[in-house]
Nanobody, 119 residues
């Protein structure tokens, strides 16, 4: 059974950093694209970043230059390094898997990890 587990969320002050992890079990990440999305209270879920199986990455405009997505296939884990965090980054962050490309249909989702940016 394909499972994704997010971790690394927490409370951080504006300007701070967090690194989220998305660990896969039941399958190998080598052939999957992994995307991160977030949902703030009262708002729709939005895509944040994605990394394809070949390592190509995309970011939504609001996080470009601040967030970095990476993958360690040996550890079956994808990371989202979040720097210079802003209150608008607050939300529940989810990772999801798709076959190879970030344009493919998302087939598995994690349970999410809470990120709160507040002073």
């Amino acid at each position: 059974q394909l499972q994704l587990v997010e971790s690394g969320g927490g409370l951080v002050q504006p300007g701070g950093s967090l690194r989220l992890s998305c660990a896969a079990s039941g399958f190998t990440l080598d052939y999957y694209a992994i995307g991160w999305s977030r949902q703030a209270p009262g708002k729709e879920r939005e895509g944040v970043s994605c990394i394809s199986s070949s390592g190509g990455s995309t970011y939504t405009d609001s996080v470009k230059g601040r967030f970095i997505i990476s993958r360690d296939n040996a550890k079956n884990t994808v990371y989202l390094q979040m720097n210079n965090l802003k209150p608008g980054d607050t939300g529940v962050y989810y990772c999801a898997a798709a076959s190879r490309s970030c344009s493919s249909r998302w087939s598995s989702w994690g349970q999410g990890t809470q990120v709160t940016v507040s002073s």
